[in-house]
């Protein structure tokens, strides 16, 4: 059954499975209605956020590029080899490495366990011509295979993408490519702390576009931009960035493009600067984008950030309700719970909005977040505030996935809690997400003389449980009743009854038997739910009670359980006003990483006889330009039949610069 499709229109959500993955599609609602000249923008910015997916591979893990193309050559030679379970087990095997931009799982980092024997490739692979493999100058057949048998079949060779755990040297244990061989993590972090003190007050974000490599047994900086590593890329998204220009819908806008290019070429990070203040004050266009190395979850060390890409354009009826929240900044600054002196006197420039995204590019393809909040520049942000951004599409084609999946049933304590989750969860789920972006990271602030990044790789933890705490003590406020965002006193109880569900129980089903929580956003939900559990249970807040042979999640005192959250913000924003690394670790470290393996066992029970994928994805719209004579583009047309598999063939075949 399907009430979305539309006659006329080939838009069908899907529902490709393959391993523990579900792909989604999501609609471009609303493109048709943005005027030839958005279109056109849209369309130009697309191209350049589909043109830095190889980097991304690359910067996953120095292999990834000559496996996915190995994979890609071979996989049309197995339609001829008789199937059977090999083929689709090699079949799965690739479609898992186009997801994750590489061979280590998106979100557990762990290596993928190819199905099927090394033999089976190595036949196929025989039957290759040279032509079609990519080979590098200099390269043997056999010396690309023994490199991609490698990187594929031994369980021992770059196991984990990003290794965190407490101890080891994260940058020789992490298989990304953010490091040249033999640069220890503490030399590194000596380099960039010097680089840092150099810089002073307003120091750019040090190493966020280089590999960080050895020469001669000195460090040097392999700087990302054209002419330099991944220039080829870059040069592609420059050219579609400069023809984005022509389509500028501010003077403003078209400043921060060529900012962007500007940076793009000559790597320099205070020119990164200058366009990231540059884009957080471009709220007036309707179309806008991300473009660049962003996120810094990727390095274990989190200085060097993975290439991202999205297009979007405002929802303006959504917008609405976080211009709203955003409106009152102010008064949810000088309401949160935490110690005054950690509280920012004026909150500047929280600019927020719903929008529809219109092409997810590098790290944010195919799995992608839901809500953004940029730039991660600290001292710009405190200067000059940031832009938020909830996506609304996303979250629509999420919830559609989710109703129905029968998990709500399956794990909600009774009816009555069930209940109010389907009349108010959805609602306030989305407030949520608009609380912690628009608001939660903006909050705060730190104490003079604090190292932003004191709290070093306890630091994305310990940020998203900021931006959560905050979003969980005001959604029970009563000041959300009075702007007209909920219409019961009751609602946020859905809230909080399905967020200690998912840190407490459901959130393990994505985590592989034997292994512990390494994901940030992960560890910041369970952090937070063990600790309102523990913290709670002389009083029974909450309670984890077993019926009929399972567990469940019960509530019992939801003003106490909001309350802990209050005490939870205070502490985790002292932590981070005052740079408290030894508090973090053991916030973290207690309740963030370790699992139950009894419950964790259970969870993934109860989730396999759903039969519910633990990780979702997008398969991107296709965008056609209609072009006049001279080759200005009049307008754009949007098509959404392509297959999964046919997207990332064509991806691969049409975007390609490495
Ligand atoms: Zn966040």
Known sequence: MDNDKRAGDDFAYTDERFADIQMLRYKADGFERLDARQKALAYCLSEAALWGRDI????????????????????????????????????TYVKSVWFANGIHHHYSCNKFEPGFPEQYLAGL????????????????????????????????????????????????SSACNYYGDGVTQHEAEQHYAAQKAAFGDHAPMVGLNSTLVKRDGRLVEDVWRIGGKYGKAIGHIVEWLDRARQYAETDGQRRTIELLIAFYTTGDLRTFDDYSIAWLGDTAPTVDFINGFIETYGDPLGYKASWEALVDYKDTAATARTEAISGNAQWFEDHSPVDPQFRKPQVKGVSAKVIDAAILGGDLYPATAIGINLPNSNWIRAVHGSKSVTIGNITHAYNRAA???????????????????????????????????????????LMPGTDPDALKAYGATIEEAR??????????????????????????????YTYMMNGLMTQLARIAPGAQIEESHMRNRQLIARWALHHGSAAHVVELVRRDGKTYVKVNDYDALRALFAQLLAEVQRIKSTGDLDAARQLVETYGVRIDPALHEEVRQRYARLGIAPYKGFINPRYEAVRAEDGTITDVRVTYGESYTDQMLRYSRDYSAL
């Open 56 to 91: 991304l591979f690359d910067q996953n893990c120095r292999h990834n590029l000559k496996v996915r193309k190995v994979l890609e050559a071979v996989l049309p030679l197995t339609s001829h080899d008789g199937g059977g379970t090999h083929r689709d087990a090699l079949v």
């Open 467 to 496: 931006a959560d705490l905050f979003g969980l003590y005001f959604i029970a406020d009563p000041k959300l009743l009075e702007l007209g965002l909920l219409d019961s006193p009751e609602a946020y109880k859905a809230h909080y």
């Open 125 to 172: 692979y025989a039957a290759v011509p040279d032509a079609a493999l990519p080979l590098d100058e200099g390269q043997t057949r056999e010396g690309l295979w023994q490199e991609v048998r490698r990187a594929i079949f031994d369980p021992a060779f770059l196991t984990k993408r990003v290794y965190l755990s407490d101890g080891a040297d994260l940058v020789a």
């Open 403 to 445: 109703a129905g999946s029968g998990l709500l049933d399956e794990f909600v304590i009774d009816a009555a809690e069930l209940a109010r989750i389907k009349a108010y969860g959805d609602a306030t789920d989305e407030l949520h997400t608009d609380l912690h972006e628009c608001l939660g990271h903006g909050s705060g602030r």
